[in-house]
């Protein structure tokens, strides 16, 4: 059975801290892995990673993919409070079908 | 201009009832989605609809009939709701996939509705 599990479920940092967050998966059919933040309402698309040791970056957020190991980790540097969600990882296996892990709680603290 | 809505926001109601909720799409996509969301948190595709045709239909039990009547609108019909289904049920749209080979489309969410069944 396809599985994407993200750690830690929870995290809680001071404005300014650096955090990583990580997703692990085992699924089938693997054509890419995506990071999502979702705040109150719906998922926004943060990156698309399709290759190994590539490091996409956007801002304070980036994100790089260990397909031999089967896992990701999204960074985020200088954190603000506007930073504080849930981080979604999901897996795309084509045919526009998304295996999404549980998510990380993000919460910073001034 | 929102892209994609969803109605109602809200929705509580007892057990046994019926309920539709609607999502629709402005952004001239070919693909709809529904997804439900737990209490976990885990984001669980339930159906995918591409110009009106079925092309992604998980296991869900068939209380549960999505009703394309064109490509910008995708309704999920529930029938004899259970405590279970209490959920957060999102729609979402993106390009037709087949037009591009086997790689991702941005998937555009909905705000999401959330369903309480009492």
């Known amino acids: 059975e396809d599985k994407v599990v993200q750690s830690p479920l929870s995290l809680v940092v001071h404005e300014g801290d650096t955090v990583t967050l990580n997703c692990s998966y085992e699924?089938?059919?693997?054509?890419?892995l995506l990071w999502y933040k979702q705040e109150k309402k719906a998922p926004t698309f943060l990156f698309m990673l399709t290759s190994s040791g590539i490091e996409k970056k956007s801002g304070r957020l980036s994100s790089i993919l260990d397909k031999k190991e089967l896992f990701s980790i999204l960074n985020i540097t200088a954190t603000q409070t506007g930073d504080s969600a849930v981080y979604l990882c999901?897996?795309?296996?084509?045919?526009?079908?998304?295996?999404f892990g549980q998510g990380t709680r993000l919460t910073i603290n001034p | 201009d929102t892209a994609v809505s969803q109605t109602p926001k809200y929705l509580v109601t007892q057990m046994g009832n019926d309920k539709s909720i609607k999502c629709e799409q402005n952004?001239?996509?070919?693909?709809m989605y529904w997804y439900k969301q737990d209490s976990k948190k885990f984001l669980k595709i339930m159906f995918s609809?591409?110009?009106?045709?079925?092309?992604i239909n998980e296991t869900v039990p068939n209380r549960f009939s999505p009703k394309s009547p064109d490509k910008a609108h995708l309704n999920l019909h529930i029938n004899s709701l259970e405590l279970g289904d209490s959920a957060v049920y999102f729609c979402?749209?993106?390009?037709?996939?087949?037009?591009?080979?086997?790689?991702?489309?941005?998937?555009?969410f909905g705000p999401g509705t959330r369903l309480t069944v009492l």
């Open positions: 952004l001239g996509h070919d693909t």
């Open positions: 609809y591409n110009n009106k045709e079925l092309i």
């Open positions: 999901a897996v795309f296996k084509g045919a526009q079908k998304l295996v």
């Open positions: 699924v089938t059919n693997f054509r890419s």
């Open positions: 979402a749209s993106s390009q037709d996939l087949r037009t591009r080979g086997d790689f991702y489309n941005e998937q555009f």
